[in-house]
């Protein structure tokens, strides 16, 4: 098994977009027909694989979860703790990570410069964030005692447009911050 270490780089540019999510994750914009605010943590694990690939981006991941679990409020609307796992939103945090493995793997496998790379990154975050989207809503379904569609249309559906348009600003000015970093 071939030794893998960090470079002082690497783990520079992971505290980094670790730090990035924990002050994204907990700006929110609360939405009146769900318990599920408007959230820009995903915003930042986006940027985090494209910047960081799959290992390093899932890690920075984890680190945020790590982070907040252990009290210190990155959640979203500055919460912490353990607890948050079993709120309506614990299926997305913990969905997070999915995202980060989809889109990272697909940021990896095509990393090219091109228009084509970049709509195959694009298909992985929008592939991530409908595994995402899965684990929050059968997460919301179950904590909310409501069924799987009610759960849809109060945690996905309102908020598919404007993750689309954070992906899209990934992948707009994710490869140029990526080449200077």
Not at 88 to 105: D, Q, S
Request: proline share 5%; aromatic share 10%.
């Amino acid at each position: 098994m071939k030794n893998q270490t960090m470079t002082t780089h690497q783990l520079a540019l992971t505290g980094l977009m670790t730090a990035a999510i924990c002050i994204l994750g907990p700006v929110t914009l609360a939405v009146p027909i769900s318990p599920v605010p408007i959230s820009f943590a995903n915003l930042a694990v986006c940027f985090s694989v494209l910047i960081l690939g799959t290992r390093l981006g899932t890690l920075s991941c984890i680190l945020y979860l790590l982070i907040g679990m252990a009290g210190v409020p990155v959640f979203s609307g500055f919460s912490a703790g353990v607890g948050k796992l079993a709120g309506p939103t614990g299926g997305y945090l913990i969905g997070y990570v999915f995202l980060a493995l989809i889109g990272g793997f697909f940021v990896n496998r095509f990393s090219g410069k091109g228009i084509r790379e970049r709509l195959i990154q694009g298909l992985g975050l929008v592939l991530g964030t409908a595994v995402l989207y899965t684990f929050g809503t059968l997460w919301l379904a179950y904590i909310g005692e409501m069924s799987f569609l009610k759960a849809l249309a109060a945690g996905v559906i309102p908020f598919i447009p404007g993750d689309m348009v954070k992906i899209f600003l990934v992948l707009l000015a994710g490869p140029a911050v990526r080449s200077r970093l």
